[in-house]
């Protein structure tokens, strides 16, 4: 228990930023830090007001009583995908995991510590959560301060149990993939197909929870939030115990939480060193052979390096690429589905036509494609090897614009692909396919730029793990936080704005603002690279 | 006297068939310092990992003062230190900080590690920079500060990875005498390196690995004779 405690401390002291600016003495960083602090507090701000926010329009639905179940199923769903995506690389295959094995920890307390450590980094966004919708449900349900003390206290047992699912999974993964000479690529896949499987079982289960009936919208979530208690029981418990104060659930969510805990590690702890061993042995085949090699232009040349340098990290290819698979993913599925039907499903039967949402194919595209820009992480990534690309003879700009071409390869054919194919699932007119197309380009335009701003504006080179640039940076955050609410709003606006205006004059008028907005960033990056 | 390291046919087999390590046989007793020796990619880093427990393997048996690597390895970790040859410290640490993050798990009590740092640090002359960040140290004070680091329990066996690299002349001078202190005290030191000059003069046993395996090993005097650890090392790598 000691060593555990010893062992959480210096995870937590030694990325902790405000360890780095007391001990810093380079002003700029300190700025630096309190700037990245700054964005972190508006940030979570945001999250908050989301919870506020949308908790007051189920509470003036008369909705109330839902909110509980809200609050379990959004911390549990978030706490499970983003520790899905973070299990390689915190878990396993992790930096410095030479030298903490070499000092006399059991493996168990090892991976055991490194995955409350990472419980511990993600509580203040869960908290958050919980936060707000306690505030909201305060305001509409009034329950009383023992109903609220408890909702904080299991708040904090919440996320334990998806958590602990998705870092299992993510042991299964690293297990299987440990088996393969490019292991690598082996986990990104097991991770894509399990986030995929993950999404379709929600479908699944949203449709057993309606029973094949699309009933009236207020109903329908009532009765799908109330099922999920049964399909999901921690959600049950965590509902029970704060609106019923049942004492057999507060006992079964924290009993639950903390034998699942125990039982978790010992088969992780078992194979620990064996499955680590294969992921970090790089085994040389000694077999090469010069063959004519082809030279690139500089651009090029950098975006291969990032090319490359995406391929050979799990963390950071899962993240980056999520998005471009779901574009794909989307651009085949809708080929084969019923548009009307589809449409009516997913907005729950509220009057919204496909011709309504012309306008919004190319943002709801963009949802998918936007949601990670490489461009916001490949400048921190870079770390230690900051100075390959310092002392090449290249510009900044030179070496942003190589970054922001890969970025630009990476996402045109997708965001392409899977506009044209909703174009032709939604039939929409010649000209506003082409519009379509076309905002679709400078979207990914714009998302290759803004990124890049973010990337460099908020550059952290000192990362101990990939995971602090990938998916904790300052630079991703503030890229896609902002980027993912204004989206939502977008295509809210634009279908509403659809059914009063020429829907081929709203996409004229976002392609026009999206260039700007792209111009301005790039002006921006140029200042940034001067 | 049971030897304080003994590694018994230890084989390593990455993929398929590519045996980096070839059933490797070498003891190490108290008060040695035993240099391990041979060419980049010739198994000497696969088994000194595989030794401080880093490593999972695929044949034989490692025993740490008596103690198997495979099924004790807390209980040989804790008589065991290791400096690797780059070593991965937690940059956003200060020194101190690092150093008494080791110290608390090995449970040293703060007037012991007090001493042992202070000892360590004057003689490596970094204790002005103990307090600094250590992103902002020099790859050598990474080693120096990893050197102490691995000093700081008085460990029974000392396992280093190319411990000169990095390391100024002075330095390396202290971590010869520091080796040659330790070594009259009873511990025992088990390093790779490529200087072959500090290996000769350092060392009172060797061994010389080729493809994994193990093809000379003794001490100095029986393997070099009248001639120099690099007429040797030459000619064994040359012949088998």
Known sequence: MKSSMVLIKNLLLSTSQWNIYRLCRDKKKKGRIIGNFIGYAFLYLMLMAYGVFSCIGYGKMGLAEVIPMLCALTISLMAFFLTLFKTNGYLFNFKEYDMLMSLPFEAKTVAGCKFLYMYIKSLPWNLSISLAMLIGYAVYAKPGLSAMCLWLLLSFFLPVIPMLAAAFIGYIIARISAGFKKNNLIQTLLTFVIVIACFCLRFVIESLAKNGRIEETLTDISVYLSKAGKIYPPAGWFVNAVMHLKPGDILLMTGVTLLLFELVFIPVGKAYRSINSKLKSHAAAGKFSMKEQKSRSIYNAIAFKEFRRMLGSTIYMTNAAIGELMALLLGVVILFVDVDKAVSTLTRGAPVTKEMLYPAIPLIVYFCIGMVATTAITPSLEGKNYWIVQSLPISKKTLYQGKMLFNMYLTVPFALFA?????????????????????????????????????????????????????????????????????????????????????DIILGILILAVTFLAALSYKKLSSLAA | MKPVLEIKNYTKIYGE????????????????????????????????????????????????????????????????SYIPDNPDLYENLSGIQYLDFIADVFRIDGKKREEVIKKYADAFEITDSLGDLISSYSHGMKQKLAIISALIHEPKLIVMDEPFVGLDPKAAFT??????????????????THVLDVAEKLCNKVAIIKGGKIIDSGTMEELVGKKSLEEVFLEVQDEK
């Open chain 2, 175 to 192: 971590l010869k005498q520091i080796m040659h202190e330790l070594c009259e005290k009873g511990t025992a030191i088990f390093f790779s």
């Open chain 1, 419 to 503: 506009t044209i194919c909703m174009c032709i699932a939604a039939h929409t007119p010649l000209l506003t396919s082409l519009l379509s197309v076309i905002l679709s380009f400078c979207l990914c335009a714009f998302s290759t730029v803004w990124g890049c701003v973010c990337g460099v504006k908020h550059m952290r080179l000192d990362w101990e793990n990939e995971i602090e640039v990938v998916k904790q940076g300052a630079a991703v955050s503030i890229y896609i936080l902002p980027n993912m609410f204004v989206t939502t709003g977008l295509i809210v606006l634009t279908v509403f704005l659809g059914t009063k205006i020429n829907r």
């Open chain 2, 17 to 80: 068939a590519k045996k980096a390590a070839d059933n490797v046989c070498l003891t190490v007793e108290a008060g040695d310092i035993y240099g391990f020796i041979g060419h980049n990619g010739a198994g000497k880093s696969t088994t000194i990992r595989a030794v401080v427990g880093v490593l999972d393997f695929t044949e034989g048996e490692i025993l740490i003062d008596g103690h198997s690597v495979k099924s004790e390895s807390v209980e040989c970790k804790k008589i065991t």
